[in-house]
């Protein structure tokens, strides 16, 4: 095959400017007559179309040249119809218009690309080229592509790569452990929508799922899935059609008027300490404040706010006992206590964890902590108006 070469008429010998336009067109044969519609030789009621070729992102499939089966003319009123092709297996396919005083081409099909319209009036006896429009586009084909919304239904193994476009609404109410292997992961990406009520079934390797969880999918849901080959894949994104979060959660009664949204309880979540207690109240995960309270000790106990904690007793002067809403996750937890002193200029003022130098705390578990608040300087108990008490673990 000789390179495409520039033709200029006026300083080309009259025998290299033919040389060069042959060269051209065997160069460009494959490009431009790709799937080229035309009448047959000798004119019938049928229209060939040419050899083409469909790359899908991985598989190269040559198409040899194809006829379509004989058209029939319309018996009232013009009409015209479409040739396609399959944006899959390259094979054609005639869409039939409608008959009308003034007709229009049907629609394209999903998965589809235009090649012809074929006009008809009622006395075609055989098509010519004049009846034929050329209005081939392969765009939809390319790599990387969505293209129009195909349907498929939801099954244990729902093939996304058998859909006919990159772009699926999966119907019915099946649980989804695999969108299949059929895909390409030189065309990756998957537009979704789902219909109904299905379910996705997270696994760690076949379907990842965001937060690990399965999805109970609703009519309008939308997600975008990646196919990462070997029949895997990924839900790189989803959204619910009414809006509301994809984990579910549930609502934090707290115990001082703090309210709020917090995630259900997961499988694994006590032994990780992220757990919802009998009163609603939710124990944070590893690490986070798992309690704390302010209150004012003086005569007695007034708690100003507070989280997971039921209640603070006075035992005595300077000496109280709290008592957690929910049991925390272990007893070694760590304690801050801070005071504010009575009066201006005395910064003596503090609080500590009841016990002793030999015997440790005197109680310190998972539902009670017991401290004591004085003042330093003169190594006396005190009652303090503001104390504050915070727990980590």
């Given at each position: 095959?000789?390179?495409?070469?520039?033709?200029d008429?006026?300083?080309?010998p009259?025998?290299?400017?033919?040389?060069t336009?042959?060269?051209n067109?065997?160069?460009?044969?494959?490009?431009?007559?790709?799937?080229?519609?035309h009448?047959?030789?000798?004119?019938?009621?049928?229209?060939?179309?040419?050899?083409?070729?469909?790359?899908?992102?991985?598989?190269?499939?040559?198409?040899?040249?194809?006829?379509?089966?004989?058209?029939?003319?319309?018996?009232?009123h013009?009409?015209?119809?479409?040739?396609?092709?399959?944006?899959?297996t390259?094979?054609?396919?005639?869409?039939?218009?409608?008959?009308?005083?003034?007709?229009?081409?049907?629609?394209?099909?999903?998965?589809?690309?235009?090649?012809a319209?074929?006009?008809?009036?009622?006395s075609?006896?055989?098509?010519?080229?004049?009846?034929?429009?050329?209005?081939?586009?392969?765009?939809?084909?390319?790599?990387?592509?969505?293209?129009?919304?195909?349907?498929i239904?939801?099954?244990?193994?729902?093939?996304?790569g058998?859909?006919?476009?990159?772009n699926?609404?999966i119907?019915?109410?099946a649980?989804?452990?695999?969108?299949?292997s059929?895909?390409?992961?030189?065309?990756?990406i998957?537009?979704?929508?789902?219909?109904g009520?299905?379910?996705?079934?997270?696994?760690?390797?076949?379907l990842?799922i965001?937060?690990?969880?399965?999805?109970?999918?609703?009519?309008?849901d939308?997600a975008?899935?990646?196919?990462?080959?070997?029949?895997?894949?990924?839900?790189?994104?989803?959204e619910r059609?009414?809006?509301?979060?994809?984990?579910?959660?549930?609502?934090?009664?707290?115990?001082?008027g703090?309210?709020g949204?917090?995630?259900?309880?997961?499988?694994?979540?006590?032994?990780a300490?992220?757990?919802?207690?009998?009163?609603?109240?939710?124990?944070?995960?590893?690490?986070?404040?798992?309690?704390?309270?302010?209150?004012?000790?003086?005569?007695?106990?007034?708690?100003?706010?507070?989280?997971?904690?039921?209640?603070?007793?006075?035992?005595?002067l300077?000496?109280?006992?709290?008592?957690?809403?929910?049991?925390?996750?272990?007893?070694s937890?760590a304690?801050?206590?801070?005071?504010?002193?009575?009066?201006?200029?005395n910064?003596?003022?503090?609080g500590v964890?009841?016990?002793?130098?030999?015997?440790?705390p005197?109680?310190?578990?998972?539902?009670?902590?017991?401290?004591?608040?004085g003042?330093?300087?003169?190594?006396?108990?005190?009652?303090?108006e503001d104390?504050?008490?915070?727990?980590?673990?």
């Open positions: 095959m000789a390179p495409y070469a520039k033709l008429s006026t300083t080309m009259g025998t290299t400017y033919k040389t336009i042959d060269g067109s065997v160069a460009a044969l494959r490009i431009v007559g790709k799937f080229l519609p009448a047959q030789t000798s004119p019938n009621m049928t229209v060939v179309i040419d050899a083409g070729h469909i790359f899908d992102g991985a598989t190269l499939t040559e198409v040899a040249a194809q006829t379509t089966a004989a058209f029939s003319a319309p018996v009232g013009p009409r015209i119809d479409r040739i396609v092709v399959d944006n899959t390259g094979a054609i396919a005639v869409v039939p218009g409608a008959e009308a005083v003034s007709p229009v081409p049907p629609a394209i099909p999903a998965g589809k690309s235009p090649v319209q074929v006009a008809f009036t009622t075609t006896s055989a098509i010519t080229n004049a009846q034929i429009t050329d209005e081939r586009d392969f765009s939809a084909s390319n790599a990387g592509g969505f293209g129009q919304q195909d349907t239904a939801s099954s244990a193994t729902c093939d996304l058998a859909v006919t476009s990159h699926a609404v119907t019915g109410t649980t989804i452990s695999s969108f299949g059929s895909a390409s992961v030189l065309q990756p998957y537009l979704i929508e789902f219909s009520t299905a379910t996705l079934a997270h696994d760690p390797i076949a990842i965001q937060g690990g969880v399965d999805l109970t999918t609703a009519a309008g939308t975008i899935a990646e196919y990462l080959g070997s029949g895997n894949w990924r839900v790189r994104n989803y059609a009414d809006g509301s979060s994809l984990l579910p959660f549930v609502a934090d009664t707290g115990s001082g703090h309210q949204l917090v995630p259900a309880p997961a499988a694994g979540d006590a032994a300490g992220k757990v919802l207690g009998a009163s609603g109240n939710f124990i944070a995960p590893p690490s986070f404040v798992k309690a704390w309270v302010n209150f004012d000790g003086v005569g007695g106990v007034a708690i100003n706010d507070s989280y997971n904690v039921a209640s603070v007793t006075r035992n005595g300077g000496d109280y006992t709290i008592d957690f809403t929910n049991p925390l996750p272990t007893a937890y304690v801050s206590i801070t005071t504010v002193s009575f009066s201006t200029g910064t003596s003022q503090h964890i009841h016990g002793s130098n030999s015997g440790g005197t109680l310190k578990t998972t539902t009670q902590l017991r401290i004591l608040t003042s330093s300087g003169a190594a006396t108990l005190l009652d303090i104390i504050s008490v915070v727990i980590f673990a």
